[in-house]
């Protein structure tokens, strides 16, 4: 008989437990009162992202204007035309035509009263050259305004009008490139133009006349 009643109440207690169990399934589970917050929080607040709105026209033309030092002649104001061609996002092609108004004086000029150049003063070149962005980014202006921007370096070759003769010049520089819309670019250019002279010290030599100008182009 007490063998019976103890399986009885073994039984009895199984199923209490078994159903004590089941029914606490549902009940979240207990955290202490002082348990602190997560350190991270897996809610991330997404922004919009807008993507620049670039052009994919790879033909460039403008105009530009600024200053040359031009070797015994000193400074004069010069003017001109690009037209440049993207062979890819950073090599480009490109051409320049670009001339003077009439030239001061040499030193040589003055001092000995005669005209080596006559009625012929100006000074006027193209060349063709080939550039690379080196450092392709972006300008800030103030915290809203940001404008797509490089730093590029250029070079080529071409020839140069002085007086009545032409001489073969090289053409080297760099320049800073900011896009203000889609279509159009500002530039700024730092650009020397190496030819050699003679007749202004009865002597061959290498010039150097040192070029800076500010232009825009636009894209098509």
Not at 84 to 94: I, K, N, P
Not at 162 to 176: E, I
């Amino acid at each position: 008989m007490e063998s019976r009643l103890r399986v009885f109440l073994l039984i009895s207690l199984s199923a209490v437990m078994a159903g004590c169990s089941l029914f606490g399934r549902d009940e979240p589970p207990m955290t202490e009162p002082g348990a602190s917050k997560p350190v991270i929080s897996p809610e991330v607040e997404r922004r919009d992202v807008r993507k620049p709105k670039i052009d994919a026209e790879d033909f460039k033309v403008g105009a530009f204007a600024g200053l040359i030092s031009v070797e015994d002649f000193g400074s004069e104001t010069i003017y001109g035309a690009r037209a440049s061609y993207l062979v890819t996002e950073d090599l480009f092609v490109e051409g320049t035509y670009a001339r003077t108004g009439s030239l001061g004086l040499t030193s040589a000029e003055v001092l000995a009263g005669f005209d080596l150049l006559g009625d012929n003063r100006e000074y006027e070149y193209y060349d063709f050259s080939l550039g690379y962005n080196l450092l392709p980014g972006e300008t800030f202006i103030g915290r809203n305004w940001a404008f797509n921007s490089s730093l590029y370096v250029i070079g080529g070759a071409g020839q140069t009008s002085l007086g009545l003769d032409d001489y073969f010049t090289l053409t080297f520089g760099a320049g800073y490139q900011v896009l203000p819309t889609d279509w159009l670019a500002l530039d700024f250019g730092v650009r020397d133009h190496l030819f050699e002279i003679e007749f202004t010290t009865g002597q061959k030599k290498n010039t150097h006349n040192i070029e800076l100008t500010l232009g825009f182009s636009v894209f098509f």
